[in-house]
């Protein structure tokens, strides 16, 4: 018996000893892998910068590759739905804030909250959730869409110059743009208040728009034809407040403001339209935009997406010169007139209110941050194209 004892307690003893450590190597490992999600912020940090000084390398392997795969499919999906899958996962993460925040605020709630799992952690941890949590959304935008910022520019598919114009060029750009809203005022609806009224529900007009594109897309095969309709935002009333008129997301949804006025919205339907189809800068989503207005065969599409150009070479010619602009300006239909005090008096109610500030300067930093060096001012740069193609279309790229 004492044999077996002892024999019993040397191998316990020998068995003991026989058990090395990890490895430095594996310790090391077992420490970094929680943190994982976080290196993704490098990574993407370093794919942006390859990407900079690759835009061609951007065009093949990811927007003309991976990304109508990502869009098509991802995109089938979110389409099954009537409504906007992102507004709906705001509303939810907006409702599990507001849940936090009561859970908090309540001394019953708040004791039965800090004795859940989740909450005991040390400080440490609650960094590393939230490193790991950034890291997750820089590489889902980067994967998912932000690469196309870096794409080479729509002008390059479009066989346009954009070089410095005359002031001559942008008056005659803006008379052949007015003469047009001209014509076409005359062949839309307007409401009792004699402002421009769309014929048709949302859907139909989405529908408009997404022929539109169609159209368009036969003639740049940069820009896929995909199942992708605009779709209505619920709680278009924030988007008001916040001064919004459409949203791209990682859903690949062209979400819609549906109480902006009327005759900016077929236009607002193509400028998103066109991010979900890889073109990230907004003075090119909004030159696309007007290009897909004027191939359909609906005059409010068309009105639309005239207006877009000419409120934009509207503010352009004032810059430049305010007396030619004004003297010019009396082309303009009462009916035109109309549409756009209509559009400025809806818009400067939200100017002054918090809401829209704080979304303005989100705008200008996303913007700047995704290298549209101006900011929010990018959108004005849709007049380069527009003056681009008006000397392709009569000839003076030689002038």
Same mark, same amino acid.
């Given at each position: 018996?004492?044999? *077996?004892?002892?024999?019993?307690?040397? +191998?316990?003893?020998?068995?003991?000893?026989?058990?090395?450590?990890?490895?430095?190597?594996?310790?090391?490992?077992?420490?970094?892998?929680?943190?994982?999600?976080?290196?993704?912020?490098?990574?993407?940090?370093?794919?942006?910068?390859?990407?900079?000084?690759?835009?061609?390398?951007?065009?093949?392997?990811?927007?003309?590759?991976?990304?109508?795969?990502?869009?098509?499919?991802?995109?089938?999906?979110?389409?099954?739905?009537?409504?906007?899958?992102?507004?709906?996962?705001?509303?939810?993460?907006? +409702?599990?804030?507001?849940?936090?925040?009561?859970?908090?605020?309540?001394?019953?709630?708040?004791?039965?909250?800090?004795?859940?799992?989740?909450?005991?952690?040390?400080?440490?941890?609650?960094?590393?959730?939230?490193?790991?949590?950034?890291?997750?959304?820089?590489?889902?935008?980067?994967?998912?869409?932000?690469?196309?910022?870096?794409?080479?520019?729509?002008?390059?598919? %479009?066989?346009?110059?954009?070089?410095?114009?005359?002031?001559?060029?942008?008056?005659?750009?803006?008379?052949?743009? +007015?003469?047009? +809203?001209?014509?076409?005022?005359?062949?839309?609806? *307007?409401?009792?208040?004699?402002?421009?009224?769309?014929?048709? %529900?949302?859907?139909?007009?989405?529908?408009?728009?997404?022929?539109?594109? %169609?159209?368009? %897309? *036969?003639?740049?095969?940069?820009?896929? !034809?995909?199942?992708?309709?605009?779709?209505?935002?619920?709680?278009?009333?924030?988007?008001?407040?916040?001064?919004?008129?459409?949203?791209?997301?990682?859903?690949?949804?062209?979400?819609?403001?549906?109480?902006?006025?009327?005759?900016?919205?077929?236009?607002?339907?193509?400028?998103?339209?066109?991010?979900?189809?890889?073109?990230?800068?907004?003075?090119?989503?909004?030159?696309?935009?007007?290009?897909?207005?004027?191939?359909?065969?609906?005059?409010?599409?068309?009105?639309?997406?005239?207006?877009?150009?000419?409120?934009?070479?509207?503010?352009?010619?004032?810059?430049? !010169?305010?007396?030619?602009?004004?003297?010019?300006?009396?082309?303009?239909?009462? #009916?035109?007139?109309?549409?756009?005090?209509?559009?400025?008096?809806?818009?400067?109610?939200?100017?002054?209110?918090?809401?829209?500030?704080?979304?303005?300067?989100?705008?200008?930093?996303?913007?700047?941050?995704?290298?549209?060096?101006? #900011?929010?001012?990018?959108? #004005?740069?849709?007049?380069?194209?527009?003056?681009?193609?008006?000397?392709?279309?009569?000839?003076?790229?030689?002038?």
């Amino acid at each position: 018996m004492r044999l *077996e004892i002892e024999k019993q307690e040397t +191998a316990t003893i020998e068995g003991g000893d026989t058990r090395c450590p990890p490895p430095v190597r594996q310790r090391r490992m077992r420490k970094l892998l929680p943190w994982w999600p976080t290196f993704l912020l490098p990574i993407s940090a370093l794919i942006v910068i390859i990407a900079r000084n690759y835009p061609w390398g951007v065009e093949r392997f990811y927007s003309e590759g991976l990304y109508p795969v990502l869009a098509g499919s991802i995109g089938r999906v979110t389409s099954l739905a009537p409504f906007s899958v992102w507004e709906i996962f705001l509303l939810l993460l907006v +409702a599990g804030g507001l849940s936090l925040l009561i859970g908090f605020l309540v001394p019953p709630w708040r004791k039965k909250l800090f004795s859940l799992p989740f909450f005991q952690v040390d400080f440490w941890h609650w960094i590393r959730r939230g490193c790991n949590l950034a890291g997750i959304i820089v590489g889902l935008f980067v994967f998912l869409c932000g690469l196309n910022y870096y794409r080479p520019e729509f002008a390059s598919f %479009s066989d346009l110059t954009v070089r410095d114009s005359s002031l001559q060029e942008l008056a005659s750009l803006y008379v052949e743009l +007015a003469e047009r +809203a001209n014509q076409l005022r005359l062949q839309v609806s *307007e409401d009792e208040q004699g402002v421009m009224q769309l014929d048709g %529900s949302f859907s139909q007009v989405a529908k408009e728009a997404r022929e539109a594109f %169609s159209l368009l %897309s *036969e003639q740049y095969p940069v820009l896929p !034809d995909l199942p992708l309709t605009p779709k209505p935002v619920l709680n278009s009333w924030w988007m008001s407040r916040a001064q919004i008129t459409g949203q791209f997301t990682f859903t690949y949804e062209a979400n819609i403001n549906v109480l902006a006025p009327d005759y900016t919205i077929p236009a607002t339907m193509c400028h998103e339209l066109a991010h979900t189809r890889g073109f990230m800068r907004e003075d090119e989503a909004n030159f696309i935009a007007y290009l897909a207005c004027l191939e359909s065969a609906i005059p409010q599409v068309q009105y639309s997406g005239v207006m877009l150009a000419l409120v934009h070479t509207d503010n352009r010619l004032y810059a430049a !010169d305010p007396q030619l602009f004004y003297q010019l300006s009396q082309i303009l239909s009462p #009916g035109v007139r109309r549409d756009f005090s209509y559009n400025n008096s809806y818009w400067a109610q939200f100017e002054d209110q918090v809401i829209a500030q704080v979304s303005e300067v989100v705008n200008d930093t996303y913007l700047k941050v995704n290298s549209q060096t101006d #900011g929010t001012q990018s959108y #004005g740069r849709m007049v380069d194209l527009l003056l681009a193609d008006f000397r392709q279309r009569h000839g003076l790229e030689s002038h």
